[in-house]
């Protein structure tokens, strides 16, 4: 079974600053490791998809990275925005699980206030 | 950009009625899945289906059913509604390429059920 911890649960930050939030995952036999952003009430939007293979992954203010042995991934946000304030979720997919098959966190929730 | 819908948005419903939540994608992804949400917690795979007549149950147990007769419709039914079936329930769908790490998914916008 794959449990995923996302840290800090909660966070509030004025705007401009950079950002890290965190998450870590059991069982490192992983296919590839995805955040999204979800915004009240609505669906997930794909932010960043780290192969198993890659160790960071790029998208505009946004960087991932993924340390697979130590069961660890960070998101970091570059000059936060209020537009930023989501919940951002982070999931893996397992190995010798339903392909495709993603485990989620329970989010860090963001508010960056101007 | 996403092309995977579902609707409708938002459902109040009362006890004992049947309904079904509809989900379309037109990017031709043979896996498609089931979430339920519940608020502040993580989401939970209720069903899934590698691709058409194929339909499994997710690691949640639910009332609820599926079918996927057409690769882009995965419609789920709940026969006779219940005020614990109130949650979020989110479509998802990705590529199926058995064997490769290529399975980013896409989620729909949800569906916010509330039975009364």
């Known amino acids: 079974k794959q449990e995923v911890t996302q840290i800090p649960a909660a966070l509030s930050v004025p705007e401009g600053e950079n950002l890290v939030l965190n998450c870590s995952f059991t069982d490192s036999a992983i296919y590839n490791l995805q955040w999204f952003r979800q915004d009240p009430g609505k669906g997930l939007t794909s932010l960043l998809l780290?192969?198993?293979?890659?160790r960071e992954q790029t998208s505009g203010r946004l960087n991932a990275s993924l340390d697979k042995s130590s069961g660890r991934s960070t998101l970091y946000i570059a000059a936060s925005q209020p537009g930023d304030s989501a919940t951002y979720l982070c999931a893996v997919s397992r190995r010798g699980s339903t392909l495709g098959r993603l485990y989620f966190g329970r989010g860090t929730q963001l508010t960056v206030w101007p | 950009e996403a092309d995977i819908y579902q609707t409708p948005r938002y459902l109040v419903i009362g006890t004992g009625k049947k309904i079904t939540l509809e989900c379309s994608q037109t990017?031709?992804?043979?896996?498609m899945y089931w979430y339920q949400q519940d608020p502040g917690m993580e989401l939970h795979l209720i069903h899934y289906?590698?691709?058409?007549?194929?339909?499994e149950k997710g690691d949640l147990s639910s009332e609820s059913t599926v079918s996927r007769i057409r690769t882009e419709h995965f419609p789920l039914t709940l026969e006779s509604a219940r005020p614990s079936h109130t949650s979020q329930y989110l479509c998802?769908?990705?590529?199926?390429?058995?064997?490769?790490?290529?399975?980013?998914?896409?989620f729909g916008q949800g569906t916010r059920l509330t039975v009364v």
């Open positions: 990017m031709g992804h043979d896996k």
């Open positions: 289906s590698y691709g058409v007549n194929s339909t």
């Open positions: 780290i192969q198993s293979s890659q």
């Open positions: 998802a769908s990705s590529e199926g390429v058995t064997g490769t790490a290529n399975t980013e998914a896409f």
